[in-house]
């Protein structure tokens, strides 16, 4: 049988306020519900022995500036719709 003491922790949560494209440097809007308007995220953990050796790094990007980064790619991206 276990007894546990109750005590008072407090969590220190991060919230974004902001979110800005690191393309064109555009501020990602939050629409009037408190969310922001839809963006990419990329976070790449790099691996020991990579150029990067074990760096972490992240990126968002707006939707204008996605579309651009698609148009410059040599081989597009498969693109599926999602059925709900």
Not at 18 to 36: D, H, L, P, S, T
Not at 44 to 60: A, E, L, M
Not at 61 to 70: E, K
């Amino acid at each position: 049988m276990k007894r546990f003491n109750q005590e008072m922790i407090q969590k220190l949560e991060k919230k974004i306020d902001k979110v800005y494209c690191n393309a064109c440097g555009r501020e990602i809007k939050m629409n009037k519900y408190g969310y922001f308007d839809d963006y990419l995220t990329v976070e790449k953990r790099w691996s020991y022995g990579s150029r990067f050796d074990n760096q972490v790094h992240s990126f968002d990007l707006c939707q204008d500036c996605y579309n651009i980064l698609i148009e410059s790619l040599q081989v597009k991206p498969d693109i599926e719709n999602e059925i709900k």
